[in-house]
């Protein structure tokens, strides 16, 4: 077995854990659907589950496509997509959600089907989550590595799926303290992830900079 597969499937489940944050998105889930019955719920979980995997899968697999159309470089990408994720992770750390999770306005407008937006996007599947599949897909040098981080991303949307489904009695359970915790866990190991994407990103860029520099020195 190749060695770089193991720590490849667990920063892709740590990262898509994190970025989805089922167990943060639980009490906004059930302020949403408050007044609902049980079966009503699973219903939404499903349909926002299915919506997020499927928008993710075509991310994923158009993301070099994207590139190429509009002219955009890898490591670009992944500076961008680093403040992303960091920005995220930092407010996960101070246990609140970003702004674009949370809003009562949104709440109103979409509750006829809360499944597709907000729910399902941006919550499930935000701009971080977008940015951090296309940005492995192109570390995934292997078939293995691909076939590893769709199976990742399948496998999150599927816990997503049980633990929404599970939230009143888990919310029960963590309380209000014990989520905050997760959540400020979570987005420590968010902000670590963003760093090194964000490096990753960065360190080509200077040290063609240097070269260039260096170049022109010597001439």
């Known amino acids: 077995m190749d060695s770089t597969l193991l720590p490849f499937a667990l920063l892709c489940f740590t990262s ?28 939404i979980v499903r349909r926002a589950t299915i919506v997020s995997f499927i928008t993710l899968m075509v991310f994923v697999f158009a993301g070099q496509f994207l590139f190429k159309f509009f002219g955009i470089s ?23 959600y ?16 809360i499944s597709i937006t907000p729910l399902g996007i941006p919550m499930l599947c935000g701009p971080g ?16 590595m691909k076939g590893i981080l769709i199976g990742t991303i399948a496998l999150i949307y599927l816990l997503t799926f049980f633990i929404l489904r599970a939230s009143t009695k888990l919310v029960n359970v963590l309380g209000e303290t ?18 090194e994407c964000f ?21």
């Open 16 to 43: 898509f854990f994190t970025l989805t944050n089922p167990l943060g998105t639980m009490p906004v889930f059930l302020t949403m659907t408050h007044g609902m019955t049980d079966k009503e719920r699973q219903s």
């Open 74 to 96: 890898t490591n670009g990408f992944r500076i961008a997509g680093g403040v992303i994720i960091f920005k995220i992770g930092f407010d996960m750390l101070q246990a609140r």
């Open 98 to 113: 970003t702004p674009m999770k949370l809003k009562d306005e949104e709440i109103k407008t979409y509750a006829d089907d």
């Open 129 to 144: 989550a977008i940015a951090n599949a296309i940005v492995l897909m192109q570390d995934a040098h292997s078939y293995e």
């Open 178 to 195: 014990g989520n905050n915790v997760m959540m400020r866990l979570m987005g420590l190991i968010l902000m670590v992830i963003a760093v």
């Open 199 to 219: 490096v990753s990103g960065a360190k080509p860029i200077l040290v063609d900079i240097v070269r260039e520099g260096m170049g022109g020195l010597l001439k």
